[in-house]
């Protein structure tokens, strides 16, 4: 038997039933819970996402109890969201669960038909074109009339529009970069790359200076942009490296905080400047003390 067998055992399957009840029960017009029976999927949209973030964090923070935790809480908008369809007679967790299986199944031909796929990069690839299929396929169900058969003139942009609709705005960023340089639409060179982002900011600062906000914003998503295309030049993840700034500020400005009794009213731009490089130097002997620590243990 396998070792991934007890994934789905007995117990498994009978924690997912009794949280589908609880669920079930919260949502109960008669005793349940106020909140919960007020919930729609509108309402729920920030709690989808604060928990897949929090998902994404706890896997940053590489902490399994965490980890877990949160995903549990994942899991738990998937029921709900579930729970208000099915009372509404529309889609339940049966035809989700089904509806995966069966996307699953005919997007791996390689590990369930007689397809082949020699590396992930073929994997990528078969996973792409059967989508296209199916998107295509869809397309032709909705019975569009004559003139929407013809073969759009912007395959790749309509394919993008729809995949990052659902997405936060830098993972969108850099799914549309990724997929416009494969498609030929990229910079000989990372020194095109930088020109792009002097030239971002040189027009955000114009925009700044015109007092248009409207103008500024647009330039400011200008520069945020090519700088997640330096992030793709450089194969790292812009969304990880602004999580790990927010949490070298918190830590940062925490001491600082402390430092100053917890107020910060009333102390100088320079007072406060000195109190965040002092914190800096702390944190970067702390780490250097901890590094020398676990080298002489090993």
């Known amino acids: 038997m396998s070792k991934r067998a007890f994934l789905i055992s007995d117990s498994c399957l009978n924690a997912l039933a009794e949280l589908i009840a609880v669920v079930a029960r919260l949502r109960d ?21 604060e928990e897949a973030h929090e998902v994404a964090d706890a896997i940053r923070h590489g902490d399994d109890r965490h980890l877990a935790e949160e995903l549990g809480d994942l899991l738990l908008q998937v029921v709900l969201h579930a ?13 989700i669960t089904r509806g ?11 590990v369930f038909a007689d397809g082949e796929a020699a590396d992930s990069a073929a994997v990528k690839a078969s996973w792409e074109a059967i989508k296209a299929e199916e998107q295509a396929e869809k397309a032709r169900q909705c019975g569009a009339d004559s003139s929407s058969t013809t073969p759009s003139a912007s395959p790749l942009s309509d394919r993008l ?4 609709r659902g997405q936060p705005a830098l993972a969108g960023a850099m799914t549309i970069s990724k997929k416009a340089a494969a498609a030929g639409f990229e910079w000989d060179s990372m020194a ?8 971002e900011l040189d027009e955000l600062k114009e925009a700044v200076a015109s007092g248009d906000k409207a103008h500024a914003q647009e330039e400011l998503g200008d520069v945020l942009f090519t700088l997640v295309n330096v992030a793709r030049w450089c194969g790292i993840d812009p969304e990880a490296g602004l999580a790990g700034t927010n949490r070298r500020f918190l830590d940062r400005f925490s001491r600082v905080e402390a430092a100053l009794g917890g107020d ?19 944190i970067r002997a702390e780490g250097a003390g ?3 620590t676990q080298s002489s243990g090993s």
């Open 264 to 282: 910060l009213q009333g102390s100088s731009i320079r007072e406060l400047e000195g109190l965040w490089q002092q914190a800096k130097a702390q």
């Open 100 to 110: 995966i299986n069966a996307k699953l199944i005919r997007r791996h031909p390689h």
């Open 192 to 199: 095109g790359v930088w020109e792009k982002v002097h030239e």
């Open 29 to 49: 017009p008669e005793g349940g819970c106020p909140w919960d029976l007020e919930q729609t999927h509108a309402s729920l949209v920030p709690y989808v996402l």
């Open 161 to 164: 529009a729809s995949k990052v």
């Open 290 to 292: 901890a590094a020398e």
């Open 83 to 95: 729970q208000i369809a099915a009372e509404e007679q529309r889609f339940d967790l049966e035809s």
